[in-house]
């Protein structure tokens, strides 16, 4: 039981390039979330999903895009790279909303430059 | 609206002391309250969680917490720290009126535990 998977674990990107966060869950939950970790910033909403093929935007989502083909599989994507994108990128899943726990992936360490 | 504030940015603790990272939150209802920890270059690992119930609340590696609705507080507590309790610390909040709502996360703490 692997929990929740982040792949790559570190990028840099040029200004302008897109790439793809992958996220991935073993437990079967249906909500996966995204967020984003800057210093001294706690953790930000990205956009965040009840299930496969329903998704939603969370407190920060513009430059970004998600979608959720699978309820294992929430992939981030980044278009048109940006410096003020530059952060760690946390994914994370729960069984349900209230009071469920949310389990989270490693990270991503993203640098745009 | 819901808010979370922890109002230490760090805190240092000698070993074998008790170590107490303080939380307060705002809520129109009544709140779900989580810690989290994070250890350098690694996810969030939950700790413990209030839902209802007992007001104190044990979780992992020795830690609890105790819910004090008057005062709006979730401080996190550790009788006797260790040198390896030296990570990040996040408390986080959803109203439990508004179950739609996201999880709210504090700034962080920083615990520095020394020999």
């Known amino acids: 039981n692997a929990g929740v998977t982040q792949t790559p674990k570190f990028r840099i990107l040029k200004i302008g390039q897109s790439m793809t966060l992958q996220c991935t869950q073993d437990m079967n939950h249906n909500y996966m979330y995204w967020y984003r970790q800057d210093p001294g910033m706690g953790l930000k909403l990205i956009y965040y999903s009840v299930g496969a093929g329903i998704t939603d935007k969370g407190e920060v989502p513009n430059g970004y895009n998600v979608s959720r083909s699978t309820t294992e599989d929430f992939p981030l994507r980044l278009e048109l790279a940006a410096p003020s994108q530059t952060s760690v990128y946390f994914c994370?899943?729960?069984?349900?909303?209230?009071?469920?726990?949310?389990?989270f992936g490693p990270g991503t360490r993203l640098l745009v430059l | 609206a819901q808010s979370v504030a922890q109002p230490e940015d760090q805190v240092n603790v000698a070993e074998g002391n008790p170590l107490t990272v303080k939380c307060t939150y705002s809520?129109?209802?009544?709140?779900?309250l989580f810690w989290y920890v994070q250890y350098p270059n690694r996810g969030l690992q939950f700790l413990l969680k209030?839902?209802?119930?007992?007001?104190l609340v044990k979780g992992s590696y020795g830690f609890e917490a105790e819910f004090n609705k008057s005062q709006t507080s979730f401080h996190l507590k550790k009788p006797s720290a260790l040198v390896s309790d030296s990570a990040l610390y996040f408390c986080?909040?959803?109203?439990?009126?508004?179950?739609?709502?996201?999880?709210?996360f504090g700034a962080g703490t920083q615990v520095v535990v020394t020999p």
């Open positions: 994370a899943s729960s069984a349900g909303l209230a009071g469920e726990t949310q389990y």
């Open positions: 809520v129109s209802g009544n709140p779900y």
């Open positions: 209030y839902i209802t119930g007992d007001n």
């Open positions: 986080a909040v959803r109203d439990m009126d508004n179950s739609w709502g996201k999880l709210q």
